[in-house]
């Protein structure tokens, strides 16, 4: 029994696969559209775009067209090629902008963007025209059904961003270039100021200020202590129970120790 369903899958498939190609060669543009549309409604992305590349042109101006256009712009973005996707649909906007199809385009299109945004470590050129495109959305179609998936999209990628920034500042204090961490990381609260990461910014300013002023020579070290105990200060107001302030106590001890010996001096 298992066997002569089998047999009949792959005879089915033969058929289909015989079917696609007759109409692929053919020079019937009707015989194309219907397999493309077919083909479309049973998910098979890939054939269904060869087709339409085909016949796309042959429909410009006429009613068809925008069914035809949008059908080949989700082809794309079916597929997972998402640059392709959100030109054509950006383009399907610009041309159909009263199509009942039009919001739904509009959103795919700036979706599209997102999913090529790079993780983190990368350059982020796409994050940010990411979020410009699906904020452009958001304020095209205020009462969109897509609004809070595109307003998480603008959270996610946002915190890209900051995870970007922050780990900037980071990295400067990790390689010792602490007076660049301080300034990276002061640049990062001001632009993040809602950040989920406002603690750890914190406290890693205050350690590359800690750093700066430990292994300051003397004519620099006094000022530098008293800025990084200022710092201790802003934190530990800040994040009173952060998992952090047991060792920002105790760098802070240190500091004031160290400050003591000017005051007595």
């Known amino acids: 029994m298992k066997q002569g369903i089998y047999i009949l899958f792959a005879t089915l498939l033969l058929v289909s696969c015989s079917d696609f190609q007759k109409a692929l060669k053919s020079e019937d543009v009707a015989k194309k559209f219907t397999m493309a549309d077919e083909l479309y409604e049973a998910g098979k992305w890939s054939k269904s775009k060869r087709l339409l590349d085909q016949i796309l042109p042959k429909y410009r101006g006429k009613p ?26 950006d383009k399907f906007t610009d041309i159909y902008p009263q199509s009942e199809k039009a919001e739904e385009a509009a959103f795919k299109a700036a979706k599209g963007y997102y999913f090529n945004s790079p993780v983190y470590s990368k350059e982020q050129k796409e994050t940010i025209e990411a979020i410009e495109k699906l904020q ?18 603008v959270k996610e990628l946002d915190f890209k961003l900051e995870k970007k920034a922050f780990e900037i500042a980071k990295q400067y204090d990790l390689i010792t270039d602490y007076k660049a961490s301080i300034k990276s990381f002061n640049n990062f609260l001001l632009e993040f100021p809602g950040t989920s990461l406002r603690d750890e910014a914190m406290f890693y300013r205050f350690d590359a200020s800690y750093n700066l002023a ?24 800040a994040y009173p129970n952060s998992e952090f302030m047991e060792d920002a106590t105790k760098m802070n001890q240190e500091l004031e120790q160290e400050l003591s010996t000017f005051t007595k001096s």
Not at 64 to 89: P, R
Not at 136 to 152: I, K
């Open 136 to 153: 452009l959305f958001v304020n095209q179609y205020p009462e969109s059904q897509y609004l809070a998936e595109a307003n998480t999209l």
């Open 214 to 237: 430990i292994l300051s020579i003397d004519q620099l070290k006094e000022e530098r202590l008293k800025d990084a105990i200022g710092y201790y200060n802003s934190f530990k107001k």
């Open 64 to 89: 068809q067209a925008e069914k035809l256009t949008y059908m080949h712009a989700n082809c794309s973005y079916e597929m997972g090629d998402y640059y392709i996707a959100s030109y054509h649909f």
